[in-house]
């Protein structure tokens, strides 16, 4: 058995049992792709990019079109027959009526459903009496057909004399009925054929015109733009029901397709339409205010092109809906520069200044009105504000102060145009214009002491960025502070007067002010205006700094402009616009006036006037030459009324002449041989004699050197 025995190893050699056995190092042949899997890849790639080609989708496009258009074709058909055969349409419109509480229009669906109802009733029962009636009709139509073509047979043997004629008639009739069965057999196969596919014929025409098909699966040129789409009452229904409120989703559904009966007419107004909805009971109007942004996406449009108000009716809003992008497009130059012959009237008149969002020109009111205008920075305050400005000045009775507290240059083709003219961003500059708006309560003062019944011409006092004059740290010699807004303040003080009391003699102050705060904008001076006015603000607690609450809670909505892209856009509060009943605010875009067009307004209305001496000195507090002054302030007018002059040298220095009285002026002049005379029966100071008095005054100066 052991001889059988085959060994499994074999003994290694002994001769080679001291050298290590050799290091083998596989190497792996390449790895080879499973076929299935590369044909699995290169199909794959086939099919997506057979999917993905265009000629694809157009085929896939075409399909779903034409599929949609059969399927949505046969839904609207079959919807229009159920309408008609059923009180279903009427049903509708009656949950909407109740939905919005309409109980008056609930009452008269009701009451035709009622009499469809019952009208439905007696056809049917029509229809049990209707075969005996056909029956009977049949026999007799039948009896009386015969009996008239034996009758025409009749005359026609007796005019042949051939007795057979009497029955031609009645066989033709009977070979009229034998053709028309024979037409029948031979065409009713084709058209038992072709019945189904004119029906589906029709039901895909039907589609096709209502465009019963996803919007991807439209044609390119038939594609609705919903930015561009017009705003039907569907299109309402749908934004305000998807807005978030359960309560209105809620009595939308239930009104069904109906929803439309809480929209009033949808109006064109201006760049956009105008629609008012009634609200269903339980939904606020704020309600609605909150989610303007999401109305307005909901509307395919951007939130400031929404704008939602409250009329005079009871849980109504009015919204406004522009056309897409119109409010992007500028509106065109200012009367003020297409009509060189245009003046002004500060009584009667009403300042262009713009357009309102219908499109509608928007005119502004002047008279006997102080205003405030506010805003962020670089908005376009400064250009609002001078427009206004610019028209008030083609008015030669009505005066200017102003002073610009920028300093940038944007007021000064005022130069030679108002008494008064400061310009500059440091505190003494604010000293001055604080002195200036002073010098107003003087002159107010004034007005009011003069007997009743004098009449005085508008006295315009301009402050723009008024935020640097509330924000100014400085103290007078006294202890008092020029800026703040305590009792102390001289320029808080100053204007408060002027609010009170100004508007009563025509003394006006206007403000422009940026970025509003209780700091730099006190509560007291912005109630104090009369038209207040705001571009885009920052926060709604702004708004209600610029514009007041009323106007905010009805509303008006400037934080939600956007900086930058509106500007010149203003919301206002005020009497002397026009703004649609039940608002407490209107949104006007503004014309805007660069610089130099400005300065070439500005000359047109210094032509009106004879002569306007502006006066730019900042009162350090020297001793001053009175002389020089009243002859600095009489400019090239020959003659200046003696309370022209008066009121001139109060602006030049409220401290020196603030207190002057025409005796103190009258004594200066004739110490000086220059004394005021009589002109047209008015006291008045001649330019000639003060110029002589000043000469001679240096020739004997020159005298005494001399000696």
Request: aromatic share 4%; with cysteine; proline share 6%.
């Amino acid at each position: 058995m052991t001889d059988n025995v085959v060994p499994l190893f074999k003994d290694p050699d002994p001769e080679q049992t001291s050298a290590p056995p050799p290091i083998l190092t596989a190497v792996p042949e390449p790895a080879k792709k499973s076929r299935p899997v590369w044909v699995f890849v290169r199909t794959r790639r086939t099919v997506v990019g057979a999917v993905k080609h265009e000629r694809t989708r157009q085929v896939a496009r075409v399909s779903v079109r034409h599929g949609s258009y059969v399927i949505g074709g046969t839904r609207i058909v079959a919807r229009r027959a159920w309408d008609g055969r059923t009180g279903a349409r009427y049903e509708r419109l009656l949950r909407a009526a109740e939905a919005a509480g309409n109980y008056e229009a609930a009452g008269e669906w009701e009451e035709r459903l009622h009499r469809f109802r019952t009208e439905r009733h007696k056809r049917r029962m029509d229809l049990l009496t209707a075969p005996e009636k056909l029956v009977k009709g049949a026999a007799y139509g039948a009896g009386g057909s015969i009996g008239v073509l034996i009758a025409i047979g009749i005359a026609l043997a007796i005019a042949n004399k051939d007795v057979t004629d009497v029955v031609t008639p009645l066989m033709a009739l009977v070979e009229l009925i034998r053709l028309l069965v024979t037409l029948i057999t031979i065409l009713w196969g084709p058209l038992v054929a072709i019945g189904p596919w004119l029906a589906l014929a029709g039901v895909w025409a039907v589609g096709r015109h209502r465009a019963a098909a996803p919007q991807w699966a439209l044609p390119a040129h038939s594609r609705s733009d919903d930015a561009s789409a017009p705003i039907t009452p569907s299109i309402v229904v749908t934004a305000l029901r998807d807005l978030g409120v359960a309560p209105l989703r809620k009595a939308i559904t239930e009104m069904g397709d109906a929803g439309a009966a809480m929209l009033g007419p949808i109006r064109i107004a201006g760049c956009g339409v105008e629609v008012d909805v009634t609200l269903p009971s339980g939904v606020s109007t704020q309600e609605v205010q909150g989610r303007r942004r999401k109305l307005a996406e909901n509307l395919a449009r951007h939130e400031h092109e929404v704008f939602i108000t409250l009329p005079t009716a009871a849980r109504t809003v009015r919204l406004w809906i522009a056309d897409s992008g119109a409010l992007d497009e500028p509106i065109g130059p200012s009367p003020l520069v297409t009509d060189e012959t245009l003046t002004a009237d500060y009584t009667k008149g009403k300042a262009p200044w713009g357009q309102d969002l219908r499109g509608d020109a928007a005119a502004l009111s002047l008279y006997q009105r102080h205003l405030l205008i506010t805003g962020l920075s670089n908005q376009g305050k400064t250009a609002a504000l001078r427009a206004l400005a610019l028209w008030l000045a083609l008015d030669k009775s009505v005066e200017f102060r102003v002073a610009d507290l920028k300093g940038a240059g944007d007021w000064a083709m005022f130069d030679g145009l108002a008494t008064v003219l400061i310009q500059g961003p440091t505190d003494e500059h604010v000293i001055e214009a604080t002195e200036m708006v002073e010098g107003l309560v003087a002159e107010m003062e004034r007005r009011l002491q003069a007997p009743p019944g004098t009449k005085f011409n508008p006295l315009i006092g301009l402050v723009d960025e008024a935020q640097v004059a509330f924000m100014c740290p400085v103290k007078d010699d006294d202890g008092r502070p020029y800026g703040g807004s305590k009792a102390t303040s001289r320029y808080f003080m100053a204007a408060r007067k002027v609010h009170n009391q100004g508007r009563a003699v025509d003394v006006l102050l206007y403000e422009g002010t940026q970025d509003p705060t209780d700091q730099n904008l006190p509560k007291l001076v912005r109630e104090g205006a009369h038209t207040r006015i705001s571009l885009a603000l920052g926060t709604e607690s702004q708004a209600r700094m610029a514009l007041g609450d009323k106007a905010v809670d009805g509303g008006a909505a400037p934080n939600l402009l956007r900086p930058g892209l509106d500007k010149g856009t203003v919301v206002v509060a005020s009497d002397g616009i026009k703004i649609p009943a039940g608002q407490a605010s209107i949104t006007v875009r503004t014309h805007y006036i660069d610089t130099e067009t400005a300065t070439v307004i500005a000359e047109r209305a210094k032509a009106l006037r004879d002569g306007v001496t502006t006066l730019h000195v900042i009162d350090s507090g020297e001793e001053r030459d009175a002389l020089a002054d009243i002859f600095g302030v009489l400019g090239d007018t020959p003659r200046v009324l003696t309370a022209d002059v008066l009121k001139r040298l109060s602006a030049l220095s409220e401290k020196t002449y603030g207190t002057w009285t025409p005796g103190d002026l009258k004594q200066v002049l004739e110490e000086a041989g220059a004394g005021p005379y009589k002109s047209d029966g008015r006291m008045v100071v001649g330019r000639e004699r003060v110029a002589r008095a000043l000469a001679n005054r240096d020739d004997e100066g020159s005298a005494s050197a001399e000696a």
